[in-house]
Nanobody, 121 residues
Framework: QVQLVESGGGLVQAGGSLRLSCAAS????????MGWYRQAPGKQRELVAG???????NYADSVKGRFTISRDNAKNTVYLQMNSLKPEDTGVYYCNANLLNWGMSRPGNNWGQGTQVTVSS
């Protein structure tokens, strides 16, 4: 069984910064892609940023130049540094990891419980 535990959300004023962390634990053999998604009230969950095990990254257009995703493979942890935050960045941020469990032949997607980010104007 795998757990993804997020931390770092909170309330911040527009223009401020937050850093999210997500640590994966359990019977993990390998982790392929890790990423962050967010869901605003009344909207669908959307990809914010992703990073491969080799460090290749991709970002939603709305966060390019403001957010930076990184990971520590030794700690099975992914981070999201969010700068110049805007009210439209408000939402619940979810960690996602595509990983292979010990004893399994195919990787699967795993989700964290979500952490609230609120940006006030």
């Amino acid at each position: 069984q795998v757990q993804l535990v997020e931390s770092g959300g909170g309330l911040v004023q527009a223009g401020g910064s937050l850093r999210l962390s997500c640590a994966a634990s359990g019977s993990i053999y390998s982790i392929n892609v890790m990423g962050w998604y967010r869901q605003a009230p009344g909207k669908q969950r959307e990809l914010v940023a992703g990073i491969t095990s080799g460090g290749r990254t991709n970002y939603a257009d709305s966060v390019k130049g403001r957010f930076t995703i990184s990971r520590d493979n030794a700690k099975n942890t992914v981070y999201l540094q969010m700068n110049s935050l805007k009210p439209e960045d408000t939402g619940v941020y979810y960690c996602n990891a595509n990983l292979l469990n010990w004893g399994m032949s195919r990787p699967g997607n795993n989700w964290g419980q979500g952490t609230q980010v609120t940006v006030s104007s």
